[in-house]
């Protein structure tokens, strides 16, 4: 266990015994070392724990929480239970990075006193190595304050996974009473967004997320969709709690919109 690292990686994984490796490595290779890995076993039925303890015995910054299968959400809320860097990120336990992903984001976060940084990303098809599209590569100049450019954030892409947070801001996060099996990172950005002020950028693809053949999602059942209402109004309820400003209500209400909308009728080769 590393004592006091400055980043925090948290990776949830379940039955990912066929990429799960490839994901630890490119994060041990990482440019800037000061980091720890929370890999978090989400009730695996396949080797990604035994592939998991092999890595933690050769390299001390590899954590295991080894728990019950309970979906990615509590996967990652006791990932940052766990956390002890300044900084946290989050890895799908399918993807890779670059060797300078953390040390980018860090410096960007750093320098311009953020509560989050973003990087672009591509989306590769695992199969055929092809690169499917370069999405989120913005001037490194460019800072988002939510007050004041709403219309903004809501553009930024909803995955957790490219971006470097305040860890003290995910821990305040609260949790929800029934998250959504879909959806569930935005939700979960909507509850960071509450907290957050100032989002700045790294002009550099350094994320891969892999399009994987056969995960497609082209159905959503009745129940599904009532559940994304519930956890929405849920999250809404402790906006109006903390009595946030017109400016950050009108952040959830157009992520809302928008993304609930698109989710209704995707049938896209892009869902996990």
């Known amino acids: 266990m590393v004592k006091d690292p400055k980043v925090s990686v948290i990776i949830p994984a379940y039955n990912a015994e066929k990429y799960i490796k490839r994901t630890v490595e490119s994060l041990l290779k990482q440019t800037f070392e000061d980091i720890e890995l929370i ?19 050769k390299d001390k910054r590899v954590r295991i929480v080894d728990k019950k299968n309970e979906g990615v959400w509590k996967a990652r809320i006791d990932g940052i239970k766990a956390a002890n860097g300044k900084y946290t990120t989050f890895i799908d336990a399918d993807d ?35 690169v499917l599209s370069k999405e989120m590569k913005y ?34 996060t609260k949790e929800l009473s029934n998250p959504p099996r879909i959806l569930e990172d935005m939700m979960f950005l909507c509850m960071v967004y509450q907290k957050t002020n100032k989002i700045s950028f790294v002009n550099k693809y350094l994320y891969n997320y892999m399009v994987i053949e056969g995960s497609a999602m082209n159905t959503l059942k009745k129940e599904e969709i009532d559940s994304i209402q519930n956890a929405m109004l849920e999250i809404k309820n402790q906006y109006v709690e903390e009595k946030e400003n017109k400016e950050k209500m009108e952040i959830l209400s157009s992520m809302a919109f928008l993304h609930f909308r698109n989710i209704i009728n995707v049938k896209s080769i892009w869902c996990k």
């Not at 890999?39 to 015995?57: A, H, P, R, W, Y």
């Not at 800072?143 to 821990?171: H, P, R």
């Open 39 to 57: 890999c978090v076993n989400d009730g695996s039925k396949d080797k990604t724990l035994e592939i998991l303890k092999k890595i933690e015995e």
């Open 96 to 130: 890779y990075v670059e060797e300078n992903f953390i040390e980018e984001l860090h410096r960007s976060i750093k320098e311009s006193d953020s509560d989050i940084s973003i990087c672009g990303f591509k989306r590769i098809d695992e199969k055929t190595g092809k």
């Open 139 to 172: 001037e490194e100049t460019k800072i988002i304050q939510n007050e004041k450019n709403f219309e903004e954030v809501i553009s930024i892409n909803t995955a957790l996974w490219n971006k470097l947070y305040k860890t003290e801001i995910l821990k305040k």
